[in-house]
């Protein structure tokens, strides 16, 4: 049973932007931290930005600081990830995942969704 569930992926050229949305298949989210993580094929997964839904953060990994921005809709039940001018590097598949602890540890998460593909081209 899927858990959280990413939509907004899909192919741009270099430059290009893309927003991602994602959404609990629950009412609300399990956890109260909500972050975005990336992993491109032969790499390790490594964090994005996260945000409590309690209120808190956002927070972002220092290299992604001031392109990306995560933010969550009043009701709490939309987490986005606004991408902007994207590079080829920025290619792979970003994941969605909610746990208790708002940090940028794939390990400290422990519900996921099952991704969307990100492709940028030059």
């Known amino acids: 049973q899927v858990q959280l569930v990413e939509s907004g992926g899909g192919s741009v050229q270099v430059g290009g932007d893309l927003k991602l949305a994602c959404v609990p298949a629950?009412?609300?989210?399990?956890?109260?931290?909500v972050a975005w993580f990336r992993q491109a094929p032969g790499n390790e997964r490594e964090g994005v930005a996260v945000?409590?839904?309690?209120?808190?953060?956002?927070w972002y990994a220092d290299p992604l600081q001031g392109r990306f921005t995560i933010s969550a809709d009043n009701a709490k039940t939309t987490v986005y990830l606004q991408m902007n001018n994207l590079q080829p590097e920025d290619t792979a598949v970003y994941y969605c995942?909610?746990?208790?602890?708002?940090?940028?540890?794939?390990?400290?998460?422990?519900?996921w969704g099952q991704g969307t593909q990100v492709t940028v081209s030059s």
């Open positions: 629950t009412p609300r989210f399990p956890n109260r931290c």
């Open positions: 995942a909610a746990g208790s602890r708002c940090n940028l540890n794939p390990s400290a998460f422990t519900v």
């Open positions: 945000i409590s839904t309690t209120g808190g953060g956002p």
